[in-house]
């Protein structure tokens, strides 16, 4: 008998404020038509005064314990992923643990920018199998609003705020690549590549928040390769391939990058998750975004097999096969 951690709840959060491309032409030289064939996106949600990432994080939260039909009492354990946190510390885990009334368990948080999901989603599998928990909230929650530039045209028009949450579940599965759960990850690393995309301040440098700094275009030609080198080592080592897959839910950064991928995987862009043209690049929430959005559309169904992929800051990068 193998433990997997099995999905059984998901759900997002997106704040209300949907700021399109054309608002940048008015302070920018820039325009919706550059925005949409550079990246692919049209629209991104941006936060409110006042409203945080644990606010974002626990209402996502809240959908995915919803939609599992649980209660808070139901979860042993809360990690979340984010780079933007409300404050240096405590973690934005034990924000949304106060919030959701859990008073039990444990609430931390993982860093590794737009990689973040990845990295917590095989933090709680490993958990989830080595019995530390059997049923953890899995959060991403990015606010790169506070972040910005607003005069940097080549970052501030591609971000955008939200959050996503997985609920998993250890359960009992056959050890084979038919089982429902994660069935596989594969994370890398690379820092030497830390000033592609970086935050120009932080508590023991600037002691300022600071703003995004990216060498897009050094990075855009990092990401295919890298990711679909990810994705092949995750699946090769369940004895998967391409053609097992039924949906790619990639990091939602460039619809170039993601048709690239896609591509090299041998793999038609029906079998993609899109939602970077509505949500622009969330971060670690892109994935739990997607992922959500597929499921609320019909498209991600039970027993699908998911690849879910992202790169990101640091260099961090990687993915998590995952039978729905
Ligand atoms: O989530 C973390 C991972 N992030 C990524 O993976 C992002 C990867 N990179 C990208 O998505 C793309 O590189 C960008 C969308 C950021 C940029 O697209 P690009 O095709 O790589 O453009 P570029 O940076 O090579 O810039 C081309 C031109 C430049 O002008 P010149 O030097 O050719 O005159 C830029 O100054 O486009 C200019 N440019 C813009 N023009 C209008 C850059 N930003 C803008 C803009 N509007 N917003």
């Given amino acids: 008998m193998t433990i997997r951690a099995v999905a059984i709840g998901i759900g997002h959060y997106l704040p209300e404020r949907i700021m399109p491309n054309s608002e940048f032409e008015k302070t920018l030289d820039t325009s919706d038509e550059w925005i949409r064939t550079r990246s692919g996106i049209a629209n991104r949600h941006v936060a409110a005064d006042g409203e945080t990432t644990s606010n974002m994080a626990t209402k996502a939260a809240q959908a995915a314990i919803d939609d599992a039909g649980i209660t808070i009492d139901d979860i042993d354990a809360i990690i979340v992923a984010t780079s933007t946190p409300d404050l240096t510390f405590p973690s934005v885990g034990t924000m949304v643990q106060s919030q959701l009334g859990m008073t039990r368990g444990y609430a931390f948080d993982v860093q590794a920018v737009c990689a973040g999901f990845i990295f917590a989603l095989t933090t709680a599998n490993s958990m989830i199998q080595t019995g530390q928990a059997n049923r953890i909230l899995v959060i991403g929650a990015d606010m790169f609003s506070k972040i910005m530039d607003y005069t940097d045209r080549s970052t501030c028009v591609l971000f955008g705020d939200g959050a996503g949450a997985l609920i998993l579940e250890g359960r009992a599965g056959k050890g084979t690549n038919e089982d429902r759960g994660i069935l596989s990850a594969d994370l890398n690393s690379d820092g030497r590549y830390k000033d592609m995309l970086y935050v120009d301040g932080g508590v023991s440098t600037t002691g300022t928040s600071g703003h995004l700094r990216m060498q897009g275009n050094a990075l855009f030609r990092q990401a295919v390769e890298r990711l679909s080198a990810t994705a092949h080592h995750a699946l090769g080592k369940v004895g998967l391939s391409d053609s097992d897959i039924d949906w790619i ?76």
């Fill in 249 to 324: 839910v990639p990091h939602q950064a460039n619809i170039r990058i993601i048709k690239g991928t896609a591509k090299k995987m041998g793999l038609s862009m029906d079998n993609v998750i899109v939602t970077l043209q509505d949500h622009g690049n969330t971060s670690a929430a892109s994935i739990p975004l997607a992922m959500s959005v597929g499921k609320a559309e019909g498209k991600i169904k039970r027993g699908d097999l998911l690849l879910t992929e992202a790169i990101g800051g640091g260099l961090a990068w990687g993915s998590v096969v995952i039978r729905w």
